[in-house]
């Protein structure tokens, strides 16, 4: 599984020739960062990276405040036809995104949002996946916890913020993982909806290093190990409530 990540790298350090000798190089005998001076120099990558990072980190944040109350809602609160709801509500996770896209489209340009920053981060902050983590997460917190706290006088909001969301930390790290990752990634939703340089992020920007008649993969291959450093940081950040999380995502009512 790792030697493609490690052929990525090896192939970040040849210059051009080196790319295409035959036998391939694992290690290159004459490693050059000219690809990551180049890579850096000729395309705004830190202003890429930037717009990325803004993208990823508010979807993030957004997914996980909204996934949370509505798991919250699901799992904690009780109002007619809230099973039947929830039902529905995860069905929608059987419809393709590629059907949902025009119409997120058409709505983004109906409220002027289309090349903004707005359009990339708004539609990802609502996730049926992340309300579905967020439910499991909640229904494993005993019940007796959350009568104590109504007995002392809190509100829901209170339990929810101050008994159940100290509780599902590991929950809360696996789904920023993964926002994270899938925002990160995203390449077709910002290309649809974005079209100045400007905004672009990583994978729009790595996709301009493909050249029209051929591809400089020593110059690609650069930008890609720039691009999943923060993932890769992320990852070992969070690592250990990830793990805790995967456990916890098993639990049923």
């Given at each position: 599984m790792i030697v493609p990540f490690l052929w990525m790298i090896s192939t970040s350090l040849k210059n051009s020739g080196a790319t295409m000798?035959?036998?391939?190089?694992?290690?290159?005998?004459?490693?050059?960062?000219e690809n990551y001076q180049e890579v850096t120099g000729q395309f705004p990558m830190m202003r890429f990276l930037w717009n990325?990072?803004?993208?990823?980190?508010l979807s993030t944040i957004g997914q996980i405040i909204f996934s949370a109350m509505a798991g919250y809602a699901f799992a904690r609160m009780q109002f007619k036809g809230r099973d039947k709801i929830f039902l529905l509500y995860l069905a929608t996770m059987m419809v393709p995104?590629?059907?949902?896209m025009?119409?997120?489209?058409?709505?983004?340009?109906e409220f002027g949002w289309l090349d903004t920053y707005q359009a990339m981060i708004v539609p990802t902050m609502f996730a049926v996946f992340g309300t579905f983590l967020m439910r499991q997460a909640m229904l494993s917190i005993p019940r007796e916890l959350e009568e104590a706290?109504?007995?002392?006088g809190a509100s829901h909001f209170r339990v929810f913020l101050n008994v159940c969301?100290?509780?599902?930390k590991p929950m809360i790290a696996t789904?920023?993982?993964?926002?994270?990752?899938?925002?990160?990634?995203?390449f077709l939703w910002p290309l649809i909806v974005?079209?100045?340089?400007?905004?672009a992020t990583l994978p729009l920007g790595l996709s301009l290093l493909q050249g029209r008649w051929g591809t400089d993969w020593g110059l690609m291959m650069s930008g890609v190990v720039i691009s999943i450093v923060p993932i890769l940081a992320v990852y070992l950040f969070a690592q250990k409530y990830f793990i805790q999380g995967m456990t916890m995502s098993g639990m049923k009512e």
């Amino acid at each position: 599984m790792i030697v493609p990540f490690l052929w990525m790298i090896s192939t970040s350090l040849k210059n051009s020739g080196a790319t295409m000798v035959f036998p391939p190089e694992f290690i290159p005998s004459e490693p050059t960062t000219e690809n990551y001076q180049e890579v850096t120099g000729q395309f705004p990558m830190m202003r890429f990276l930037w717009n990325s990072l803004l993208v990823a980190v508010l979807s993030t944040i957004g997914q996980i405040i909204f996934s949370a109350m509505a798991g919250y809602a699901f799992a904690r609160m009780q109002f007619k036809g809230r099973d039947k709801i929830f039902l529905l509500y995860l069905a929608t996770m059987m419809v393709p995104t590629q059907v949902t896209m025009i119409p997120q489209f058409i709505l983004m340009k109906e409220f002027g949002w289309l090349d903004t920053y707005q359009a990339m981060i708004v539609p990802t902050m609502f996730a049926v996946f992340g309300t579905f983590l967020m439910r499991q997460a909640m229904l494993s917190i005993p019940r007796e916890l959350e009568e104590a706290a109504f007995m002392d006088g809190a509100s829901h909001f209170r339990v929810f913020l101050n008994v159940c969301m100290p509780l599902i930390k590991p929950m809360i790290a696996t789904l920023g993982i993964f926002t994270f990752m899938q925002s990160w990634n995203n390449f077709l939703w910002p290309l649809i909806v974005v079209s100045s340089r400007d905004l672009a992020t990583l994978p729009l920007g790595l996709s301009l290093l493909q050249g029209r008649w051929g591809t400089d993969w020593g110059l690609m291959m650069s930008g890609v190990v720039i691009s999943i450093v923060p993932i890769l940081a992320v990852y070992l950040f969070a690592q250990k409530y990830f793990i805790q999380g995967m456990t916890m995502s098993g639990m049923k009512e």
